[in-house]
C-alpha cells in the first residue's frame, strides 16, 4: 500500500517538474526585455516574482521528488532481501515425478530428427 502512494507522488511530482520547467523562462530571455520585448513582463507575479516564485516551486518539487525516490528504492531493497535469490538457491530435490526437462540417455529414442556428427567426415 505504501509503495503505491509514494509511485503516485513520485509520478505527480514528476510530471509537475517537467511542466514548471517548460514554464520557466531561460537566462537569455532578459537579454529580450532589455531591447523592448518587455512588454509582458509585468504578468500575474509582477516582473521577476514569477521568476521567483516558479524557482522555490520547482526546487520544492525536486526535494520531494528525490525523496521520493530514495523512500521507494529503500522499500524495494527491504522487500528483495527478505525473498531467496536465484543466486543463492541450491538446486532442489526432484519430487521423483516425470521430469520433463531432464537430457536424454545417449543412445535413447527420440522422434526428433538426429544431426550428422561434422567431426566423422574429416
Same mark, same amino acid.
Given at each position: 500500500?505504501?509503495?503505491? #502512494?509514494?509511485? *503516485?507522488v513520485l509520478l505527480m511530482?514528476? *510530471?509537475s517538474i517537467v511542466i514548471l520547467v517548460l514554464l520557466q523562462q531561460?537566462?537569455?530571455a532578459d537579454m529580450g526585455a532589455a531591447f523592448g520585448g518587455g512588454g509582458s513582463s509585468q504578468s500575474l507575479f509582477g516582473s521577476r516574482g514569477s521568476a521567483n516564485f516558479l524557482s522555490r516551486v520547482?526546487?520544492?518539487l525536486t526535494? #520531494?521528488?528525490f525523496a521520493t525516490s530514495l523512500g521507494l528504492a529503500y522499500l524495494h531493497?527491504? #522487500?528483495?532481501?527478505?525473498? #531467496?535469490?536465484v543466486i543463492s538457491q541450491e538446486k532442489l530435490p526432484s519430487s521423483g515425478g516425470d521430469d520433463l526437462g531432464a537430457p536424454e540417455a545417449p543412445g535413447a529414442e527420440s522422434d526428433l &530428427?538426429? *544431426? &550428422?556428427?561434422?567431426?566423422?567426415?574429416?
Amino acid at each position: 500500500m505504501l509503495i503505491s #502512494i509514494l509511485t *503516485v507522488v513520485l509520478l505527480m511530482t514528476t *510530471v509537475s517538474i517537467v511542466i514548471l520547467v517548460l514554464l520557466q523562462q531561460g537566462k537569455g530571455a532578459d537579454m529580450g526585455a532589455a531591447f523592448g520585448g518587455g512588454g509582458s513582463s509585468q504578468s500575474l507575479f509582477g516582473s521577476r516574482g514569477s521568476a521567483n516564485f516558479l524557482s522555490r516551486v520547482t526546487a520544492t518539487l525536486t526535494v #520531494i521528488f528525490f525523496a521520493t525516490s530514495l523512500g521507494l528504492a529503500y522499500l524495494h531493497t527491504q #522487500i528483495g532481501q527478505s525473498s #531467496i535469490s536465484v543466486i543463492s538457491q541450491e538446486k532442489l530435490p526432484s519430487s521423483g515425478g516425470d521430469d520433463l526437462g531432464a537430457p536424454e540417455a545417449p543412445g535413447a529414442e527420440s522422434d526428433l &530428427p538426429s *544431426v &550428422p556428427d561434422a567431426s566423422r567426415d574429416q
